[in-house]
């Protein structure tokens, strides 16, 4: 084999290393997709919820009548000394239009979520359990349905 033949087949080696190279580098530099506006919202309630739940019950019944629904404003209750942590799999988020609390279909895109819910009184846990939330994109804004975890 001739010199110059070698050097060509390496120079056409080292380049499509190269190529590659940059391919990979390219694509794990790439811009993630961004993320549907249900789960970034969904992400965003819950951050809050569990902030304010960390804050005292005064703090999580400020969060909970200012996230309720407005459609069901008036089915809220007292937390007393309640607080509620919600921890989401997100993976369950997903779309539940036929939801109907009470017969009635609140407005907006309706969504269901699994959720691990603790509920602590005076810094206590008093509950543990998993279960499922409702959401609401109501306006741009994530809604939900107060807890009663007192029963009133």
Same mark, same amino acid.
């Given at each position: 084999?001739?010199?110059?033949?070698?050097?060509?087949?390496?120079?056409?080696?080292? @380049?499509?290393?190269?190529?590659?190279?940059?391919? @990979?580098?390219?694509?794990?530099?790439?811009?993630? /997709?961004? !993320? /549907?506006?249900? @789960?970034?919202?969904?992400?965003?309630?819950?951050? !809050?919820?569990?902030?304010?739940?960390?804050?005292?019950?005064?703090?999580?019944?400020?969060?909970?009548?200012?996230?309720?629904?407005?459609?069901?404003?008036?089915? +809220?209750?007292?937390?007393?000394?309640?607080?509620?942590?919600?921890?989401?799999?997100?993976?369950?988020?997903?779309?539940?239009?036929?939801?109907?609390?009470?017969?009635?279909?609140?407005?907006? !895109?309706?969504?269901?979520?699994?959720? !691990?819910?603790?509920?602590?009184?005076?810094?206590?846990?008093?509950?543990?359990?998993?279960?499922?939330?409702?959401?609401? @994109?109501?306006?741009?804004?994530?809604?939900?349905?107060?807890?009663?975890? +007192?029963?009133?």
């Amino acid at each position: 084999m001739s010199g110059s033949a070698g050097r060509a087949r390496n120079r056409r080696r080292n @380049l499509a290393v190269a190529g590659v190279a940059t391919l @990979l580098v390219a694509a794990g530099c790439a811009a993630r /997709p961004p !993320e /549907p506006q249900p @789960l970034r919202l969904a992400r965003q309630y819950f951050a !809050e919820n569990n902030a304010a739940a960390r804050q005292g019950p005064q703090a999580q019944q400020e969060f909970f009548d200012r996230t309720q629904h407005p459609d069901f404003a008036d089915h +809220t209750c007292a937390l007393g000394d309640t607080t509620v942590e919600l921890d989401p799999a997100y993976s369950t988020l997903r779309p539940d239009p036929a939801y109907a609390p009470d017969g009635v279909t609140p407005r907006g !895109e309706i969504w269901i979520i699994g959720v !691990e819910v603790t509920t602590r009184t005076a810094g206590s846990i008093t509950g543990h359990q998993i279960g499922s939330q409702h959401l609401v @994109l109501l306006d741009g804004r994530m809604r939900a349905f107060a807890p009663c975890p +007192t029963g009133d």
